[in-house]
Nanobody, 126 residues
Framework: QVQLVESGGGLVQAGGSLRLSCAAT????????MAWFRQVPGKEREFVAA????????YYADFAKGRFTISRDNVKNMVYLQMDSLKPADTALYYC???????????????????WGQGTQVTVSS
């Protein structure tokens, strides 16, 4: 059974950086697109970034463009989210997710993903 485990969250000052990691189990990791979402209490889960199965294509929410970078290592079964120039508004629980089907154009909606990690908290202080 595929599992996703996020790490790398923490407390950082505004303007700082964090690198989130997502470790995936399973032999078919390289055939699925992956994404990062975030959520704050009382709000819907929000798309952050996605990356295609081979890593050639990436997609970002407008707020993430120019500040966040998604990447993957299919040998290590890892997905990363490098976050720079962090703002207090970036404070949220960040989730890693696997696309629900292999080799598909990635969705920005949570419904396009069927396996989720437990989340890692990112807190940005002003």
């Amino acid at each position: 059974q595929v599992q996703l485990v996020e790490s790398g969250g923490g407390l950082v000052q505004a303007g700082g950086s964090l690198r989130l990691s997502c470790a995936a189990t399973g032999r078919t990791f390289s055939t699925y697109g992956m994404a990062w979402f975030r959520q704050v209490p009382g709000k819907e889960r929000e798309f952050v970034a996605a990356i295609s199965w081979g890593g050639e294509d990436t997609y970002y929410a407008d707020f993430a463009k120019g500040r966040f970078t998604i990447s993957r290592d299919n040998v290590k079964n890892m997905v990363y989210l490098q976050m720079d120039s962090l703002k207090p508004a970036d404070t949220a629980l960040y989730y890693c997710a696997r696309a629900s089907r292999q080799f598909v154009i990635l969705s920005r909606a949570p419904s396009g993903y069927d396996i989720w990690g437990q989340g890692t908290q990112v807190t940005v202080s002003s």
